[in-house]
Nanobody
Framework: QVQLVESGGGLVQAGGSLRLSCAASGRTFSTYALGWFRQAPGKEREFVAAISRSGGSTSYADSVKGRFSISRDNAKNTVYLQVNSLKPGDTAVYYC????????????????????WGQGTQVTVSS
């Protein structure tokens, strides 16, 4: 069992920045692939960013490329999502997720690949 706790969300004006964090339980954090997803009201949960077990490979949704950055700190069992140049369309609940038994250098963009999910953190961007 893996528990994930997101933090760092909030209300920000368009053009602003936030850093989302997701702390994971367990002693095998370095073996997880990790991802961030988001869900806006009335919409399906969508992929945002992913990072491989090694940390050397990342993947981003086209809508956030160049604005968002995913990173991991295995010593702190934490994955981060730096979100810059925020737009009202980025408003959503942001979730982190872990995939067990992942390949070393593969980031995973399919939400169905993930095994555990956090409870989410709300990001609201005002215009």
């Amino acid at each position: 069992q893996v528990q994930l706790v997101e933090s760092g969300g909030g209300l920000v004006q368009a053009g602003g920045s936030l850093r989302l964090s997701c702390a994971a339980s367990g002693r095998t954090f370095s073996t997880y692939a990790l991802g961030w997803f988001r869900q806006a009201p009335g919409k399906e949960r969508e992929f945002v960013a992913a990072i491989s077990r090694s940390g050397g490979s990342t993947s981003y949704a086209d809508s956030v490329k160049g604005r968002f950055s995913i990173s991991r700190d295995n010593a702190k069992n934490t994955v981060y999502l730096q979100v810059n140049s925020l737009k009202p369309g980025d408003t959503a609940v942001y979730y982190c997720a872990t995939k067990l038994n992942a390949y070393l250098n593969a980031p995973y963009s399919d939400k169905n690949e993930y095994d555990y999910w956090g409870q989410g953190t709300q990001v609201t961007v005002s215009s």
